[in-house]
Nanobody, 123 residues
Framework: QVHLVESGGGLVQAGGSLRLSCAAS????????MGWFRQAPGKEREFVAA????????YYADSVKGRFTISRDNAKNTVALQMNSLKPEDTAVYYC????????????????WGQGTQVTVSS
């Protein structure tokens, strides 16, 4: 069982930055692939970024590539999403997720989800 808690969301102007963090419980965090997803009002949840269990592989949605960076610290059981050059279309609830697979992109492959944190980007 993995319990995930996101933090770091908030209101920021377009062009600004935010850093989301996700704290995970459990002694096997380092064996889980981790990902960030987001859901805007009236839209389906979409993939943002994923990182492998060891941290050696990363994958990004085209919409955030070059602006967002996913990272993890297996010693601290945390995963982060650094978001730069934010745009109003990045406004959404952002979710951290854990997959028993060591690396996953599809949301259906994730087993545990956090409660989400709101990110609002004003124009």
């Amino acid at each position: 069982q993995v319990h995930l808690v996101e933090s770091g969301g908030g209101l920021v102007q377009a062009g600004g930055s935010l850093r989301l963090s996700c704290a995970a419980s459990g002694r096997t965090f380092s064996s889980y692939g981790m990902g960030w997803f987001r859901q805007a009002p009236g839209k389906e949840r979409e993939f943002v970024a994923a990182i492998s269990a060891s941290g050696d592989r990363r994958y990004y949605a085209d919409s955030v590539k070059g602006r967002f960076t996913i990272s993890r610290d297996n010693a601290k059981n945390t995963v982060a999403l650094q978001m730069n050059s934010l745009k109003p279309e990045d406004t959404a609830v952002y979710y951290c997720a854990a997959a028993r697979l060591r690396f996953a992109i599809r949301s259906t492959l994730y087993d545990y989800w956090g409660q989400g944190t709101q990110v609002t980007v004003s124009s």
